[in-house]
């Protein structure tokens, strides 16, 4: 039985003087690590009980991971926060978890009622003398496999937000499986380009603590900021969205930097487009292009194919990748029957890393994981060599820069509009974010709602990268079919006229 105090004991006994995170000025070695997340440890047991959440809403930093080890490691759950949600969303998921403590970096005004929410509340200001100088010498104890680890909240506001549980087994394999795909080295340095309160910012945290690799982390993605690093500290291995391919390509281009050093660039969340993947190969020589699927429900890694920078003329280039050591993949039709190759039908993955369900949410997560295999909503194909090909979402979520925007969330905060009648939203091609979110509003008789009134409504109730980027307003009723259903399908048909992939 592992936990996730095995790959910090590990990292203690075997690499306690190499360096462990470089944060700015800030660097520590992983005895450091481990001696500060012992104090993460003694406090929240000193805190809180047995099984209870931790929240953390703060921007990627030293003490950011500090909390995402520590917490699990005394027999709690960490809750890491999207910043950049709107305070009712932020609200509705402190009220879902129920957290004992918040740690914040955000002032107390911007706070606002949300420190309401909360029996504690610990600013960044004060961590330090929050932690104390008492040390947790029993990492672990009392911790079982199946124990979960961390929420991690996936999708929005009220009923659309789901709270995803991942146990220590969970992240201990995906860690496992991880190294085994991309097999980092103790001369490795991995520079975190995601938000840490999202998959793609915390699946590096436990390879890295058991092969001896550093971690780099920066305070949010800014593509100069990126290249300077990696120059710097001689990254070796990054993982972004297509969009942070393209700004860093077009960056290195500007202005080069010595980016020799970066062996490995996986990219995911959606397929990239081959003229940013050859951007990328011009202003990145020699550098191996990855291409992954994930979700966090898996805690977050799926699928894998190397050396797509070799694959550009192939049509293995729109190959999200094939199953991760240890996972296996199948493509279902509705009637739970595995498809021939080249057959769309709905992408359904199994393994332990697979998630142990939707935090007080039984009728999702019974939806979700049936028969051993997670359901991901996701439609695909598999070819002869059983590459994934992704070419719809069956549940209508958009993905722009990484983020994942449901559909029905920003549709309920224009239906609060009084002059809206009827709306949908949906996902058009973007050369930047992969997919931007696009909406149509037919109005009340006798309104007369302005796109931009709408856009203003929208960032009231909505994280900014949730608003649409464009708000068409319409005289005609929407598409439906005979039962009554909005036909997204012909709204977006246009926009996505001469691709194979209603994805993007």
């Known amino acids: 039985?592992?936990?996730?105090?095995d790959p910090l004991l590990h990292a203690a006994e075997c690499s306690?003087?190499?360096?462990?995170?470089?944060?700015?000025?800030?660097?520590?070695?992983?005895?450091?690590?481990?001696?500060?997340?012992?104090?993460?440890?003694?406090?929240?047991?000193?805190?809180?009980?047995?099984?209870?959440?931790?929240?953390?809403?703060?921007t990627n930093g030293q003490r950011p991971l500090e909390l995402?080890?520590?917490?699990?490691?005394?027999?709690?759950?960490?809750?890491?926060?999207?910043?950049?949600?709107?305070?009712?969303?932020?609200?509705?998921q402190l009220r879902d978890a129920e957290p004992r403590v918040l740690v914040t970096d955000w002032a107390a005004e911007r706070l606002g009622e949300l420190s309401r929410l909360v029996p504690q509340v610990v600013p960044i200001a004060a961590y330090e003398s929050w932690l104390g100088d008492e040390v947790d010498g029993r990492l672990g104890e009392g911790v079982g496999e199946d124990d979960?680890?961390?929420?991690?909240?996936?999708?929005?506001?009220?009923?659309a937000a789901k709270g995803v549980m991942l146990t220590h087994r969970n992240k201990i394999a995906d860690a496992f499986h991880v190294q085994a795909s991309l097999r980092l080295e103790p001369e490795d340095a991995w520079i975190v380009l995601g938000p840490m309160y999202h998959a793609s910012g915390t699946w590096q945290v436990e390879p890295c603590l058991w092969a001896g690799a550093r971690q780099v982390l920066i305070p949010a993605y800014e593509p100069g900021l990126v290249l300077d690093r990696i120059q710097e500290e001689r990254v070796t291995i990054a993982f972004g969205v297509p969009a942070?391919?393209?700004?860093?390509?077009?960056?290195?281009?500007?202005?080069?930097?010595?980016?020799?050093?970066?062996?490995?660039?996986?990219?995911?969340?959606?397929?990239?487009?081959?003229?940013?993947?050859?951007?990328?190969?011009?202003?990145?020589?020699?550098?191996?292009l990855v291409s992954m699927y994930g979700a966090t429900e898996l805690a977050p890694l799926g699928t894998v194919l190397h050396h797509m920078e070799r694959r550009l003329d192939s049509p293995k280039v729109r190959s999200a990748g094939q199953p991760a050591a240890g996972v296996r993949l199948r493509i279902l039709d509705r009637e739970a029957r595995e498809v021939a190759p080249g057959a769309v039908g709905e992408v359904c993955l199994r393994g332990p890393n697979v998630m142990k369900g939707y935090w007080r949410k039984p009728h999702e997560t019974a939806a979700a994981l049936r028969d051993g295999?997670?359901?991901?909503?996701?439609?695909?194909?598999?070819?002869?060599?059983?590459c994934l090909y992704l070419v719809d979402r069956a549940k209508d979520m958009i993905?722009?820069?990484?983020?994942?925007?449901?559909?029905?969330?920003?549709?309920?905060?224009?239906?609060?509009?009084?002059?809206?009648?009827?709306?949908?939203?949906?996902?058009v091609p973007d050369e930047r974010w992969g997919e931007a979110v696009r909406a149509v509003v037919v109005l009340r008789a006798g309104a007369a709602a302005t796109p931009e009134a709408l856009e203003r409504h929208c960032r009231g109730g909505l994280g900014g990268y949730k608003v649409p980027k464009q708000i068409d307003v319409s005289t005609d009723p929407l598409p439906r079919s005979a039962a009554g259903k909005i036909l997204k399908r012909e709204l977006r048909a246009p926009f996505w006229a001469g691709r194979d992939q209603q994805i993007s």
């Not at 450091?32 to 047995?50: G, I, K």
């Not at 961390?150 to 506001?157: I, M, P």
């Not at 996701?378 to 070819?383: H, I, R």
Request: proline share 6%.
């Open 1 to 5: 039985m592992l936990t996730l105090a």
């Open 16 to 58: 306690a003087d190499a360096p462990a995170v470089v944060d700015g000025d800030a660097r520590l070695t992983f005895g450091d690590l481990v001696a500060r997340c012992r104090r993460v440890a003694a406090a929240v047991r000193r805190d809180t009980a047995v099984g209870d959440r931790v929240a953390l809403l703060a």
């Open 68 to 92: 995402i080890l520590g917490v699990p490691v005394a027999g709690r759950v960490v809750v890491p926060l999207n910043g950049r949600l709107a305070l009712p969303e932020l609200a509705y």
């Open 148 to 159: 979960v680890a961390g929420l991690f909240y996936t999708g929005g506001t009220t009923g």
């Open 244 to 288: 942070m391919l393209d700004t860093l390509a077009r960056e290195q281009a500007r202005a080069p930097r010595d980016v020799s050093s970066l062996r490995l660039m996986g990219y995911g969340a959606a397929p990239a487009p081959t003229p940013i993947l050859r951007r990328f190969e011009e202003g990145f020589p020699g550098c191996n």
């Open 373 to 386: 295999w997670y359901h991901s909503g996701d439609l695909g194909y598999v070819d002869e060599d059983h």
């Open 399 to 427: 993905i722009s820069g990484g983020e994942n925007v449901y559909s029905t969330e920003v549709e309920e905060t224009l239906s609060r509009h009084p002059d809206v009648l009827e709306c949908a939203v949906f996902g």
